[in-house]
């Protein structure tokens, strides 16, 4: 597979196409341009987080001896600079998207998406990475969930709904969950080189929990959806992939072992999105 595909770390993607996904389909009519561009500006910031982090992380030598997926700096699969390089374009990318959305909708988004860029590099970037502090998961659950999902919305319609912030708590929670299950992963190496992850501060046990909470508070919000939307009772069908979820992370498996569930957590954000934009959709 080619290096920057690995290193873009597509299994990561769902966490931003979900909520633009829910956030677009809650809308009355859809703009195809706005619902492009935004989804432009969320995958080229996740992209850009997955190659910052890859950077970030392999000068430092956080990566060595990394249990998941290959990290194109700590690898040796390409320089440090490149993989710089590919961050920047990437935000590049998101900011010209970002400026065209707000061209067509409202120039306050150019703050918004100053503000993203500069969290998405702060998050293990700079001297003093917040994600190293234990704030990647609120940093996932503002951006991934509320400003991605109210923002999508907004875009299509110039307002901000109760029902947009209200869905944004069920995908903010599932992204977040994608983040704890990989953090709980590298929580032995992460706590090893001091980066203070929100893992390593809560250690094994709350960190499993947290997960837990984060796929119970998705799956309740979103069936609770049925009071605005009697199709959002769908998402039930995942119900059983969420327990699933939960059942593997509570039996202590650590380790390689926790690759599957990050996988499979990240499915779980794209499908139960997918039903939940398909219900406000119909």
Known sequence: MNKWIIGARIKTLPAAISPVLVGTALATQI???NATLALTV?????????????FSDGIRGTDNNRVGPIRLVGSGLATAKAVKNAAFIS??????????????TSYWLIAVGAISILAAWGYTGGKKPYGYLGFGELSVFIFFGLVATVGSYYVQTGEISGQ??????AIGSLA??????????????????GKKTLAVRLGDSKT????????????????YAYTFNSYALLTLIWLPLTVRNARLVLQGSTG????????NTARLQLFLSFTLGLALFL
């Open 31 to 33: 703009n195809w341009l």
């Open 42 to 54: 969320s995958l080229s910031l996740q992209i850009a987080v997955n190659f910052a982090n890859d």
């Open 91 to 104: 935000l590049a990318i998101a900011a010209i998207a970002g400026l065209f959305l707000a061209i067509q």
């Open 164 to 169: 947009s912030v209200f869905l944004s708590f």
């Open 176 to 193: 977040c969950a994608i983040l704890v299950i990989n953090n709980l992963r590298d929580l032995p190496l992460d706590a090893k080189v």
């Open 208 to 223: 499993r929990y947290l997960y837990v909470w984060l796929l119970i508070i998705a799956q309740v919000i979103s069936a």
């Open 256 to 263: 390689q072992a926790l690759i599957p569930l990050l996988v």
